[in-house]
């Protein structure tokens, strides 16, 4: 994991509630996908792994954060649901390596995942 800087995007991981478990998705490699995620980032985005994030019913459930600047360009959380397979993990690494919320538009097969969270899940996470 590298250093946070003002080009540093943050990736949430939601886990140990139903996203992230055999129970819920079973077959999925679920730590081979964190791993993948993990290895596809540095210098690009921090991996954060975190509880429940509330939004159970779009498991598999990852949160990209813009990096400083790119908040101050206008880039917004980005909540991205059934984040269950390689090619979903491969597009999310992508798009933090280009810059992220604020500085490009999420890939379509990030965009296609994309889903806005509860009014809960946003006052309860504090991104």
């Known amino acids: 994991m590298s250093r946070r800087n003002d080009t540093t995007c943050t990736i949430r991981v939601c886990r140990d509630c139903c996203c992230g478990t055999e129970r819920k998705h079973p077959g999925v490699d679920h730590d081979g996908l964190l791993a993948?995620?993990?290895?596809?980032?540095?210098?690009?985005?921090?991996?954060?792994?975190?509880?429940?994030?509330?939004?159970?019913?779009?498991?598999?459930?990852?949160?990209?954060?813009p990096s400083p600047?790119?908040?101050?360009?206008?880039?917004?959380?980005?909540?991205?649901?059934?984040v269950l397979d390689d090619a979903t993990v491969d597009a999310l690494v992508a798009w933090v390596q280009e810059g992220g919320p604020g500085w490009t538009d999420p890939p379509g097969q990030v965009a296609r995942l994309a889903f806005p969270p509860s009014g809960l899940s946003r006052d309860y996470v504090t991104l």
């Open 36 to 65: 993948r995620l993990e290895d596809g980032a540095p210098g690009a985005a921090q991996v954060s792994v975190s509880n429940c994030l509330l939004a159970c019913d779009q498991s598999n459930v990852v949160v990209v954060v």
């Open 69 to 82: 600047s790119g908040r101050r360009a206008g880039g917004r959380p980005v909540w991205v649901r059934g």
